[in-house]
């Protein structure tokens, strides 16, 4: 039995979760919250592409290390913990739909620009009034979109952007070089991760695999995705954890407390439900399970069940200090309304995990 | 049963509603947004001084402290009726609500006599300093010291949470004047000059991005020792007094917070994953359920207490409830309602649908809710142990003198 | 405002309380267990009709009290506090019945052998395959009725059935006198409370009431069965309280510790919201007040919480001892899922909570 | 990654399946229902034997002891095999996981001599006599006492929660051998035999009418010092190396407990209010998604513990979380399932649909799996304790003598 990350994804998780303490965190992540503040951190990004992250996972052919999907995790997750101020997660997710999906000519267009970190590309999903990746207005005349695309993350800085919309079966995915785009800023809760609106209005595009890679994409995204959750609800975690070692209360630790401890234990049984799931996703992904459906949709409940808790009993148990400005328990509580916005809420997920229980049970009758 | 008035009680509401029509008209709608300080000040010291005039302030005060010497019954439904239109509110709740009876209740003669009336009029603005940094749930842990010189006290220290410190002309705080003593036997309380030297107030910004409290630093601020309320080491005391009246005023759900209704609406505009209306979603509607059960209980769980008010009698200890419930259901429902909206429930500000921008609202202020006035944990052991009786947790400090005490 | 029980009730109540603490609670309920044990307490029953219980409801006019609900509440909060093993609860369930709906003859054939305690009466609503109480397969004749009823609290000792089937305009009551029907005991989970299968084949009944009284008395049914599951509740928040205040673990009573005081709070926060929506429904029903559907369903879902959770909790808190055979926690372990039982799960009240708000909301409109 | 067998481990399984198709082929179906204790022990005690023989027993123990010296994978291996076929199990998962290895670990050569061979063999069966009515999650509260006399120790007590003592011939029992030490210093643990004068075993009942466990009085049971485990007064700590093998065993789902698949059958048959088929409802599906999210989760934390083990590593302590995640999923899932039902899942016994029934049975027995082995409350300690690293609760008997204890 081996399961568990290989050795060489689990020292590129090192790396970059030791760059990115040391680069990253909540101190540039309050800098980059300015309303002036750039769209990415540029220098971190010249070093993460310097370093292969954004390579890991092109194929050699295409310039990049031909790395796995625990090679992408690994740095979703400390991109996730770090709260790193860079389009690191948006562009992994762009490649695997790349990857997954593309067209010998469309890898050869962008995969070696983004392996070399030249091309950021971005995902853009989301419409105004779609709740989850099922709905999709957005319509394709075969080589152009007209729609609205909101609120999308790192749009701002991205290229390319990998546009969900109509296709002959149900939605799919489609590549928007975005040169001459028409984009705009939004806000939204989070106030670090910067998102944007992506017009669309008879705007060239070239389509990307058909409505099952879009499916099929859904189910790695959202392996993805969770490792991201997975990243900063530990880190809320871990913020919690030092707090209650620390502060005083009625004489002693707060930690002392079977309140504050068994809320802690609460969010470290969560985060291991998560963990056990994701890995179940990088598992499948690798051998190409059958059971990647149910299994991704069980990583992302199970990811943002983790992410609500952590985020929301840290500012609870950090107490009046945890509620003020200065404190950096907001930077969590906001970016988990971030990560539910970044693919789906969690009750669409839930649905889709049955659904697929469902259809493994009608198969095997 | 009933929730009708009593009818002595609907008299009063009768005289009452009368008055506001009369005197409220300005306030029929609310106020401009973003109205700077000094109006909001000026605005609330004229109502104020139209309500005293009126004989609409200090309802349950005794006479001789220039209160009307009415019930809380009385109080209550002035209140009820006061909602109804958009007068300024909030500047002297914590004053006349929780200072000024300690004042009364403590202050030597001289002092009721400078203070109250002017308090009671509006003129004079009052905070409370007790909170510190490292003395939020465990409020007797306070470091801020007062120390003799002849008739007067040196404070020293730093207080936080102070609601309208900026604003306000005194406070009265709570300071360590025998750090040899036990941690809740060596405080002593005092009114102060939030005007006098020495004494700095800083705004805190919240999560939300509103900045409600403040912090308040004391650096050699003097204070003559016939400012003193009680005696000296009695400052533990004479606090609980003051806070029973704060328990009382913390409670309902936010006057303008989403509720199940919300849901309601919400639901009918977006889909479930089926692609049907999410109102017809069993776990919306199970949602919306909890809601109305959460926030329509503590509704009615306040009107029972009202009831036994009407009645002459002490309300029960059902309405401790109250807080730990609404912030959480708060919480939880904007966190649902946000959840089942997408990306519309995550876009903000000028770019946020209305409706939304207020669940986004509601999602950061509960969770401040869930903390101010006392968190879910200590809400939870207030329940518990005045409520059910069971025991106090293990207090390792409880009899060590504050200045040797290690925490375990 | 006037919130609160009258004091006749209050009377009421103290006293029997006061009664059923003497002749009832976890003892007799013990006995009552043994699969020889009789179906009732016959004394215990005989002199509560002698203290007017059974005759509190029915109008003066049939030899009752003519009393309000409120006295049945606080009947059915102290005959659930206590586990009493008799049939009052039943009794006072079919009685409003009659009382709401029950033509002049009816109530005339009926209420005054109740009020003296001579007929016993319980509620046949349940079938097998139904899950709630909108569902039911009895078919009525006219004059007769054909189906299986079944669980049925109290058969056993019942001279008569409140049962509801099919109608015109969709289910309604009917009475069927018991006399030579057909019954038999079931097993249920609650070893104490009796339960029995009313298979009605052709079996004479007569309608009681409309479909609309149906639903009426559905409402006050779950108002009633709400202040039975608060005294349930009660008593097992009570048992957990006192046991928290003496067993001792690691040097100190464990109602010191966090983890189990916040359980016993969450168990008074539970019963107060059950409690407040309880009284509103009391004070709907004495008003006739257009809220009630609504308020009765909240009162039955807040009540079922309450009660499932210190059912469960009461057992969690004592530890080891608490799942013995010969601890009281069994008692109110297995009566929840009676009440349950009794008139339908929470998923469907919560649902018709909804339906009635909708309703208000298009009524506003 | 992948679930696959190394090729080692695929090599002994395969051996291993080939054995027992050969001589498991009798326990092919299950056995018949009620049982009665003597055939069980018969059964289990020819099994055993068989096992012996073969080289599959003591699987990880030292060779020296008689083990086979291989790996924890090894056990697990055989395990996973020897459950696909309904051979007695339980009679001696105590007697050799925990008892055995404290009593080579801890005891003399001749004693080792004595009884180690026989109880692998199955020869003889072991209980663990730990728990007290008032030392059950503080198992240091043990009050049975041991007092020497010459050569031997007099005990005097009462030990609850012992499995299969009724079949018992031996049992290690920790007592309480100085009461003026404070109550973790003062234990000494013995062997015992079980059918010596003065033992008395009383089975308890549990709620759900089942007996697994019992109680056990000492009147004056005399044991030789040569019995004792460790030194005296180090009983504590020789428990803890005991109690380690607890910790391990206990864990996953039980076998035939219901689960998501449960509700996802029971759903399609009855109806949600609306009418239609429960499955179709959100709430049914967000409870078969936290269901199967909950235990599958479980299965998989303890696949990445197993991994650790294949490589020769120790597991992370992730697999602290699997009891209290998989009761209270038990408990939910049964509540939840049995509420879908209505009527129906509350008739019981003969009359009772038998996928009901045993939601009624997992309803009642998760409330006892929520205790067993760790209630909810003390695992959580663990878990932040010892994998987060929070401070302990306040201890404040663990310094005073055990004889002057005043609970706080």
Known sequence: MNFDFSDEAKELGEQARKLLAEKAGTGPARKAMAADAAAMDAALWKEIAELGWTAARVPEAHGGLGLTVEEVAQLAEAAGGSLAHVPLVSTLLATEALVLAGTEAQQAKWLPGIASGEIIACVAWSEPGAVSPATVKTVSSGSALTGVKQPVADLAVAHVAIVAAAGADGPQLYIVDLKGAQTAAVETVDLVRRHGKLTLDNTPAEALGNAGDYQDWLDRAAVILAYEAIGTAGAAMAMTVDYAKTRVAFGQKIGRYQAVKHKCADMYIKLELARAHALHGLAMIGTNGAELRQVAAAARVASLDALAYCAEENVQLHGGIGFTWESDCQFYYRRNRALVAALGPRGWWADRLVRALEQRNSAAA | ?408
């Open chain 2, 1 to 408: 049963m009933d929730f009708n008035d009593a009818p002595q009680e609907a008299e009063f509401r009768a005289v009452v509603r009368a008055w506001l029509n009369e005197n409220a008209t300005e306030y029929r709608d609310p106020p401009p947004e973003g109205m700077k300080l000094p109006e909001f000040i000026a605005r609330s010291k004229a109502w104020q001084a139209k309500k005293h005039a009126a004989g609409y302030t200090g309802i349950t005060w005794p006479k001789m402290f220039g209160g009307q010497g009415l019930t809380p019954m009385h109080s209550i439904i002035y209140g009820q009726e006061e909602s109804r239109w958009h007068v300024p509110q909030g500047l002297y709740s914590i004053g006349l609500g929780m200072c000024i009876p300690t004042v009364f209740t403590h202050g030597n003669p001289e002092v009721v006599q400078r203070y109250v009336p002017k308090a009671l009029l509006g003129e004079e603005v009052w905070c409370q300093l007790f909170s510190e940094p490292a003395a939020g749930s465990d409020l007797a842990g306070i470091r801020t010291k007062a120390v003799r010189e002849g008739d007067e006290w040196v404070i020293d220290g730093q207080k936080v949470w102070t609601s309208f410190a900026h604003a306000s002309d005194f406070g009265i705080v709570v300071c360590r004047t025998d750090p040899n003593m036990p941690k809740h036997k060596g405080l002593t309380m005092f009114i102060v000059n939030m005007k006098a030297p020495g004494v700095t107030v800083k705004g805190i910004k919240q999560m939300s991005g509103g900045s409600d409290f403040n912090e308040v630093f004391f650096d050699g601020v003097r204070v003559n020792d016939s400012h003193r309320l009680g005696a000296v080491g009695d400052g533990w005391k004479v606090a609980l007094t003051t806070l029973m009246h704060e328990r009382l005023a913390v409670g309902g759900k936010p006057r303008y917070a989403p509720g199940y209704e919300t849901l309601m609406k919400l639901a009918k505009g977006v889909e479930a994953p089926d692609g049907s209306p999410a109102i017809g979603a069993s776990d919306v509607r199970q949602k919306i359920a909890q809601t109305y059960i959460n926030d329509q209980g503590i509704k009615l769980t306040q009107m029972r207490a009202l009831s036994a008010l009407s009645k002459g009698q002490v309300p029960g200890p059902e309405q401790s409830i109250s807080k730990v419930v609404v912030a959480k259901t708060m919480q939880d429902l904007a966190s649902f309602a946000l959840d089942l909206s997408g990306g519309d429930g995550f876009v903000a500000g000028a770019d946020a649908d209305p409706e939304l921008a207020k669940l986004q609202g509601s999602y950061i202020g509960s969770a401040g809710l869930r903390i101010a006035g006392g968190t879910d944990e200590i809400l939870r052991n207030i329940i518990a142990e005045r409520v059910l009786g069971l025991p106090g947790d293990m207090r390792p400090d409880k009899d060590t003198p504050f200045n040797q005490s290690v925490p375990a």
